[in-house]
């Protein structure tokens, strides 16, 4: 046993030898954790495998890390055919003990056999079905169902407890018993079963008060046996002679009732053959048939993800070769470094490089043409700035502030080091009457440019729209 604390062994003492900690109410807890654990041991060697799965659950509630208590309780549902929920508690296992676990082998063991794993979903499914049969009042069919699951997974309890309780509500008390005495041999003592198995031991016991009919005298008559026929002849009676006639119609009602001894013993016997065999034929295509529809159902959804596949695909090449695909816009980038090499005409460049700015996010292209689209604007960059802020200004001074701010952005967008047409740009918001971008655009040019004359205009006029808007 381990601290709790600090992971140390712990000692015969109520404390922990390495860091001090108290665990005298931990290694109690441990205790009663192990004992239920024991217990449930012993439960499931003697088969009592629902009172095991309650001492196991017990040993968790005390202690969720007990490995050994977890991997018998999942063994313990296995054993009742409970596959889903074994791998539940295998799963829980593996996550708290990665290395040196059993559990790894009990997974890989349905993992890796293909034909197990499928048998374990039909199972589910098909029980799944019998449980909505049984809710639309379609018994026969839910009988064939969990008949079906059985041959599958013959130690599925709640299956045979099902099939029982449709037996009982049938009245077929037989077929009902031997099912639940099927449940004994896996979980003796499941208190449903044994709740079932008490009514049905009810059903099939003679009714009190129903005496025995009392044995007749013996008769007073000659009782012989000829071949396989039993012949008795009272011994006050005389034979009449002379019986040739009564002999022969005696012969001819003896083939009489031969034959519809035939009739009603022989026939009925061949028809249920022929049925039983029919039945079994029926169960067989079925089960082909639900093989056959998985598999359809799973090539159907093969198709599905592959059209849906092809589908994503066809638009991812869509957008590298359509109209305004990434093969389209690397096109136009080179266009545009092209005219500008032969021509150097830098207006016509950025109008190019506005166009490509438009139709693509940059920053989602590749570094090759973020660098060269870097390049191509800085390369006109100083040149178009220099332009649009003098267009700005004019319109500045026309007081057409929209027009100036239009182009004192497109000013600072090629050139984002040009301190006249950031400051002008403010200015232009402020007597535009758009406070907000006048104070962000204030403190970008007090932000990239400190220490000079328009940052502390810039200051200023911030903090008179600030006072201004407080005072509102």
Known sequence: MFCYNCGCRLSE????TACGA?????????????????????RAGVRDLTGAIGSLRQSLKFNKNNIEARNLLGLVYFEMGEVVAALSEWVISKNLRGEKNIA????EMIQTNASRLEAINQTIKKYNQALAYCGQDSKDLAVIQLKK????????????????????DSENWEKARRELKKCMAIDRNNTQTLRYLQEVEQMLQPEEGVKQMPRHRKDEAVRYQSDNEIIIQPLNVKETRGGGVSTLVNLGI????????????????????????????????????????????????QIANLEQENASLNQELEGYVGADGTLQTIDNLLSAATAYLENQDAQ????NL????????????????????????GAVGPELSQTYYAEGTTAYNDED?????????????????????????????????DTENAVATYDRVIELFPDTDRARRAQRYRDDLSTAGGSQ
Do not use: W
């Open 348 to 351: 016509q460049t950025g109008e």
């Open 254 to 301: 003896g083939l009489v009732i031969g034959l519809a001894a035939m009739y009603f013993l022989v026939v009925p016997a061949a028809v249920s053959n022929a049925n039983n065999e029919a039945q079994k034929t029926i169960t067989e295509i079925g089960n082909q048939l639900d093989t056959r529809t998985a598999r359809i159902t799973e090539l159907e959804a």
């Open 149 to 168: 699951v059985l041959s599958l997974n013959p130690k599925f309890v709640r299956a045979h407890q099902l099939l029982a309780l449709l037996y009982m």
């Open 22 to 42: 108290d665990v005298s109410l931990y290694k109690k807890i441990m205790q009663v954790s192990n004992m239920y654990y024991n217990e449930g041991l012993e």
């Open 104 to 107: 790894d082998d009990y997974i």
């Open 401 to 433: 502030y929209g027009a100036a701010i239009e182009s004192f952005t497109r000013a600072v967008y090629y050139d984002a080091a040009n301190a006249e047409a950031l400051y002008s740009l403010a200015d232009a918001y402020r007597l535009n009457g």
């Open 354 to 377: 506005e166009s490509i700015a438009q139709s693509v996010n940059i920053e989602d292209t590749s570094q090759a043409f973020q660098s060269l689209y870097n390049v191509l604007l």
């Open 13 to 16: 003492h109520d404390f922990c």
